[in-house]
Nanobody
Framework: VQLQASGGGLVQSGRSLRLSCYAS????????IGWFRQAPGKEREGVAC????????YHTDSVKGRFTMSRDHASNTVYLQMNSLRPEDTAVYYC???????????????????????WGRGTLVTVSS
């Protein structure tokens, strides 16, 4: 299982970025996949998640209306379109999957992100004010 996240960078507040996560070694048709982020000095939090069975995306409250997670079956890739970025969105963003857990309505996977099995290397998003 490999997850390769990309697309981070430095942007001004109010601008947009799109993150990508390419998954290999498993199919997004069978397992959920989520985006998480960790800001300096803060706990890791779930941002968005897509279930495998119905393709429904769940987003945490702080990003609803601004971020949209989507997936492309053909390329086994998921995306996180981030609009109206704010300085508080500054964090390292990770994509992750687990073969036993499912998405939660708050945009995470399972009961705790610390139990999620597979993680990609993070991509840094920095939003300047």
């Amino acid at each position: 299982v490999q997850l390769q996240a990309s697309g981070g960078g430095l942007v001004q507040s109010g601008r947009s970025l799109r993150l990508s996560c390419y998954a290999s070694g498993f199919s997004l048709d069978h397992y959920p996949i989520g985006w998480f982020r960790q800001a300096p000095g803060k706990e890791r939090e779930g941002v968005a998640c897509i279930n495998s069975n119905d393709g429904r995306a769940y987003h945490t409250d702080s990003v609803k209306g601004r971020f949209t997670m989507s997936r492309d079956h053909a390329s086994n890739t998921v995306y996180l379109q981030m609009n109206s970025l704010r300085p508080e969105d500054t964090a390292v963003y990770y994509c992750a999957t687990d073969f036993e857990e499912r998405c939660t309505v708050s945009g995470s996977i399972g009961r705790s992100s610390y139990r999620v099995d597979y993680w990609g290397r993070g991509t840094l998003v920095t939003v300047s004010s």
